[in-house]
């Protein structure tokens, strides 16, 4: 499935990939829980984040933060609060920044609670999605705040797209955790 450019395909592939890495989740074992990522060995891997995110907890309050970002500016906007996507005083060439300091933010965060922050966070987005029409989520023009994308495609990027990312790091981790 390609990228969703409909209400109803956002909501399943935000549902499917939800899904699928809650059981990639589960499926971890202790030793895949307790080693430390580490893809320094991968000369691939050169993007932030493979350096930034050293276990489960640091990749499940990433996917949290930026469900935050949606719902704070979806909401804000909605009450006539103009306000960007990415807060001040970061923007989207000094995003990675703002990723640093949410991983610092949360070093003292358990993964139990990172879990339920997560999975609590994910129901509040799609809840969100579900009150707005296709037209509104997938037509450009819509909202003057989202500027030339669709809202939708906000929505696919922290749900569907952003579950795809974490699935690819968390296989990626078990990889190195097998060589060990």
Same mark, same amino acid.
């Given at each position: ?7 109803? *395909? ?6 499917? %990939?939800? #899904? @699928? ?25 050169? #993007?932030? +984040? /493979? ?9 499940? &309050? +990433?996917?949290? #933060? ?5 719902? $704070? /500016?979806?909401?804000?906007?909605? @009450? ?5 996507? &990415?807060?001040?005083?970061? %923007? ?10 949410? /991983? ?29 029409? %296709? #037209?509104?989520?997938?037509? @450009?023009?819509?909202?003057? /705040? ?17 579950? *795809? ?7 990626? $981790?078990? @990889? ?5």
């Amino acid at each position: 499935m390609g990228r969703p450019t409909t209400k109803a *395909d956002l909501l399943t592939a935000a549902a499917t %990939n939800y #899904e @699928k890495l809650n059981v990639l989740i589960l499926g971890l074992t202790e030793k895949e829980l307790k080693v430390p990522f580490d893809f320094s060995d991968d000369v691939k891997k050169k #993007e932030a +984040h /493979w350096k930034r995110d050293r276990n489960l907890r640091d990749v499940l &309050i +990433h996917l949290y #933060e930026w469900h935050q970002l949606l719902l $704070h /500016w979806v909401q804000s906007n909605q @009450k006539g609060e103009t306000m960007p996507f &990415i807060p001040q005083p970061y %923007n989207w060439k000094t995003y990675g920044d703002m990723n640093v300091e949410f /991983w610092k933010k949360h070093q003292r965060t358990s993964l139990e609670d990172a879990k339920t922050m997560f999975q609590k966070s994910h129901a509040e987005v799609i809840k969100l999605a579900e009150t707005f029409s %296709n #037209e509104e989520l997938f037509s @450009k023009g819509v909202y003057k /705040w989202v500027g030339g994308s669709t809202l939708g495609s906000y929505f696919v990027s922290v749900t569907a797209s952003h579950y *795809d990312w974490a699935m690819k790091k968390l296989r990626a $981790h078990r @990889k190195n955790c097998a060589a060990i």
